[in-house]
C-alpha cells in the first residue's frame, strides 16, 4: 500500500515540505489544512483557487474531487499530510 508514496517525486516532496514549511508564516501558506479524517478524507482551503478543496483516500490513495484527478499538487499534499500523520500520530500542521 505505500509502494506508491515511495515512488513520488523526491522534488514533489520537497514542494510539499516547502509548502508546510510556509505554515510558520501564517497568512502566506498557499494551501490551509481545514480538516483531516485519517484515511477518509482531507479538507484543504486553497488560497490560489479561494475555495475549499476535498481529497478523499480510496483504497489508501488520494483522490482529488475538486481537480477530479489523482495527481494534482492538493494530492501531493494529501500524501505528504498523511505520511506525517502515520509518523508522528499527531498533528503537523
Ligand atoms: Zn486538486
Known sequence: MNSALNSLDPSTI??????ISKDTN???????????FDKKYVILFDKS???N???????????????????CGHVGFAIYLKQNYDRDDQVVY
Do not use: H, K, Q, S
Open 14 to 19: 520537497e514542494f510539499m515540505e516547502w509548502l
Open 53 to 71: 478543496v476535498i481529497v478523499a483516500y480510496r483504497d489508501g490513495m488520494p483522490w482529488c474531487i475538486t481537480c477530479n484527478t489523482e495527481d
Open 26 to 36: 501564517p497568512g502566506d501558506t498557499l494551501l490551509v489544512v481545514e480538516d483531516y
Open 49 to 51: 483557487m479561494l475555495t
